[in-house]
């Protein structure tokens, strides 16, 4: 409104000026009003300064804000992602000390895909191969010795009825049942050919079993 009634008064003035050049005071008039017309450009030329400072302040502002709120979700990230990285190393350690090999390598591995060379992993899985490697061939021989073990209970167990087949058969013999002797004395042979004098039993009991029919 200011303005364009300043607007409104230099016209006039002009006006009077072209009509009656230097009529009384206007020329002052028209001075003062070209004052105010400067006055009001500064004033508006501050104000669109102060305007664009404030939109760069603004926008500074901003762009600070983003930037802080980013690193801020930065940091957070790198916190859960190391806080999730401990949580497995520990959980790699506590397999390892319980000999839960298998499941502690696949950990550690775990946690060398999230940071490399976190704290003493490269350890952990160098102990690891070796360990995993002992207790592989731990296994074999526990495998070969249980196996043996297996082996020598069924030998013993046959040496227990064939022992037993070969007193059954002696005693029939002594009994002169030479051809129930014979059928235990071939029984042990198939457990044992040479089992003790099972043998030689065999080789003269035909023999007695002919001369008993004689009688």
């Known amino acids: 409104a200011f303005a364009a009634s300043v607007l409104w008064m230099n016209g006039k003035f002009n006006d009077i000026e072209k009509t009656a050049s230097g009529y009384k005071s206007t020329r002052i008039y028209l001075s003062k009003i ?3 017309k400067e006055q009001q450009r500064i004033r508006e030329e501050k104000a669109r300064l102060e305007e664009e400072r404030r939109k760069l302040v603004e926008e500074r502002r901003i762009a600070w804000e983003k930037e802080k709120a980013d690193k801020d979700e930065q940091e957070r990230r790198q916190r859960q992602w190391e806080a999730e990285t401990e949580a497995l190393y520990v959980a790699g350690v ?4 319980h000999e839960k090999y298998t499941e502690a390598k696949e950990t550690f591995l775990k946690v060398q895909e999230k940071i490399a060379n976190y704290k003493t992993v490269a350890d952990y899985l160098i ?5 995993v490697k002992e207790a592989a061939e731990a296994k074999v021989r526990a495998e070969f010795l249980a196996k043996k073990e297996a082996e020598l209970e069924a030998i013993k167990q046959q040496m227990a009825k064939a022992q037993t087949l070969y007193n059954e058969a ?9 051809v129930e002797s014979k059928a235990s004395f071939e029984a042990v042979g198939q457990l044992f050919p040479k089992f003790k004098d099972a043998p030689r039993y065999l080789m003269r009991i035909d023999e007695d079993i002919a001369r008993e029919k004689l009688h």
């Open 34 to 36: 070209k004052q105010l």
């Open 94 to 97: 506590n397999d390892f000390r």
């Open 170 to 178: 002696v005693a029939l013999y002594n009994k002169k049942s030479f």
């Open 127 to 131: 102990k690891l191969d070796i360990r």
